[in-house]
Structure formats: structure tokens, C-alpha cells
């Protein structure tokens, strides 16, 4: 009943489950927080040590966590279908592992315009002082053949993008690159790694801020990288030993507890943020909604052929306030919270970095983006937050929207 034949839910819920000892045990894994790892005697020691350099995932030190990880590591490889997940302190530290394990002086990578904007920063401050380089294009135009160069050997991509969700040709970007021999890595975090499997589209290396849907509770920093090869495995494996990377076994656990609910909390969040985003979609005060899985949305069909499903992140640009009223707008809402992250159970709004917006090609617009993660509360109740926010910007009637909005 176990196994490969399971269900992903199945595979999901019991990847890592600690085994029965004398008939019982506990239905976790347990949080084994460690430092020393100890040997019964120095010839163990040794040979842990060998295994270890030799590619095994065994710990002969508290850094390569012991159980807890282990587990964790398991169910995100089945999650994402690779081969092998190293753990990261961040999202952020995921994407910096793997473009240090796999860019050295004198490479070129190409990355996607639209990524997470913090990316450029790891560009600026570090990758460019070893002499990489890094080249943002416009993922929606067809010209990546013509961009890769004799020293590519990295295409970094994220679909959908931030902030705006450009939903991206994973298989056809990834065929051009792979057909030149270029690694391709995608962030996941949008999907939490449920709705949208890169490794199966076409990329090598999948990797989530864990922060986000993974541990799905605002209580944790984690990243994760999944590759797809025992080769990648070999790189990314020794990048992460020499930048001495570990998690802590509470938070091994953490994140390993928000994956068990993983695709329920997911199923919820796509339906409160459809129902948000269709709203937002019929206010006056609103020119465009960002949500893939709006017909409306110009990566509408590319979503419906790779992804299974949407994530609570929905962003709206108004049709005519100004940044000042953007803000008022978000300083009025009574249920979103004011805050930079997104991806646990609650609903939170921020007006999009006009910079940042700029930054993608994709960007169009002119007036102020408000992105919003639609979290696990009752939806009627944050369309109605949302309306009265938007009675205090502009002289709407909101309580009337509210109601076309909910059918009632
Ligand atoms: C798409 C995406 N990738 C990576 C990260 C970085 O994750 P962390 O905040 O855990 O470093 C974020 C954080 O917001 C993100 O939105």
C-alpha cells in the first residue's frame, strides 16, 4: 500500500515517518537537535566520515543533521520528484548555495528578469567580485537561443514570477537550454512545490523558500534545493559542506509538520484567492489583476497546462491612485497584515517597490501594485476588508461590489 505506487498526498503524509520499534513508536519523527554526533568507536568514526565524503547522506557531525533532516529532506525529493534535497537557513541562502555550486570566474548565467528581486543582490555583492556574470532577460520574448553564449552554463528562472506571476514556457526554455548543455534551475516557492513540478518540465534543480507554503505557519526560515542527479547531488553537496550551511532540528521539524498539510492548506488558499481575485477583477477602482488562473491573465493557458492549481498570491494594480493612496488602502485593511512574506495560513498586503516592478520586462503599468497573500480566513470577510479599503481611497460604493462579488 506504501511506496511509489501511493498517491503524492499518500507519499506526502508518510515520507520520513519514523519506523515501529517493539511494536510502537510515535507517529512524528523526532526532533533530534545534536551538535556531536558520537561513534562507537574510532574505527565507526572513520567510516562514517569516508561514507559521507563519498556522496552518502549520513552525518558524522551535528551540521549534517540526523533525523529530523533526513526525513525532511526525504519527503521534499518525493515532493518535487528529484533525487536528492539538501536543507538551506533561508530561501535566499538555497538560491546562493546553488549559484555558488555552480558558477565559477568567467561563467555566464542567464536569469530570468522576473525572479525574485533580492537575486540581483546576490549578483551585485558576490557573484560579480568572483567574476560571473549574470544576464537578465525577457523570458516571455523568443530569443534564448541567441543569448546563450560558449561560457553559459546556468538558465535561472522562476514561474510564476514575482509580483506579478508571469507565467513562463518552462518546457520550451528548458529544452533550448538543456540542447546547449546549460543547467536549469527554477524557484518553485509559488506552488510550495504541489501545484507545479519543475524537475519534470525540463529543469535540473527546483528550489523553494520553505519559509513560505512549505512551512506554511510564518514561523520558520528555510530553503530547500532538490536536484535531479547523483552529478548535481555531488556539486551542490560539497558547496553546502564548504559554506558550512545547517539547519536547526526544530526547524527541520517545523517544516516537516506544514508539509503534512501542505496541498489541504493549498486547496484552501487557491480558493479564497480565486474568490479575491475575481472581485478585484470587477472593482472600478482596479485596471488589471495578477492571478494566473484568471482567464483573464495572459499566462492563463500556459497555467492551465502546467499547474494544477493557484496559490493565494494575487496582485491588483489600481486603475487611478497614486502611491499615497495605495498605501492609505493597505493602511486601512483590518485582516491583512502589513508585512514582506507570504505563504503561512494569514492574509497579508504590501504595495509592490515600484523599482522592483520595473525590473520585469513583463511590467507594463503605470499606477501602484498592491500585492496580497489571501491566507485561511474567511473570504467574505476579507472582500469586505478590501471594500471598505477601498471606500476610504476613492468614492466607491463598496458595500454594493461586495455583494455582486459574493453572490449574496
Ligand atoms: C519567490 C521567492 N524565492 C525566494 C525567497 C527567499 O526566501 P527567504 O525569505 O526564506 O530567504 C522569497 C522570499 O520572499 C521568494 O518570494
Sequence with gaps: MSGKTAGAATRLLHAGAPALRDGSGPVNVPVVRTSTVRFENTAAHADYHHRRAAGERIASYGRHGLDTHRALEDAVTDLEGGHRAFLAPSGLAAISLVLLALLSPGDHALVADSVYSPVRRVDQTLLQRLGITLEYFSPGDDNLAGLIRPNTRLLYLESPSSLL????????????ARARGVTVVADNTWSGGWFYKPLALGAHISVQAATKYIAGHSDVMQGVVVVDSPALAANIATAHEALGLAIGADDAYLALRGLRTLPVRLAQHQRH???????????????????????????????????????????????????????????????????????????????AQPERLREHSYWTGERPVVRLHVGLEDPVDLMADLGQAFGRVGAVAPARLFEAAVGV
Excluded at 165 to 176: N, Q, R, S, T, W
Excluded at 309 to 336: H, I, K, P, T, W
Design 273 to 351: 484567492a480565486t474568490q479575491v481575485a475575481q472581485y478585484l477583477a470587477q472593482h472600478p477602482q482596479v485596471a488589471r489583476v495578477f492571478y494566473p488562473a484568471l482567464a483573464s491573465d495572459p499566462g492563463h493557458a500556459l497555467w492551465r497546462r502546467d499547474f494544477s492549481g493557484a496559490s493565494g498570491l494575487v496582485s491588483f494594480e489600481f486603475r487611478n491612485a497614486d502611491v499615497a493612496e495605495a498605501n492609505a488602502f493597505v493602511d486601512a485593511l483590518a485582516y491583512f497584515g502589513i508585512g514582506a512574506s507570504w505563504g503561512g495560513y494569514e492574509s497579508l498586503a504590501l504595495v
Design 165 to 176: 506571476y508571469e507565467v513562463l514556457d518552462l518546457p520550451k526554455l528548458a529544452a533550448i
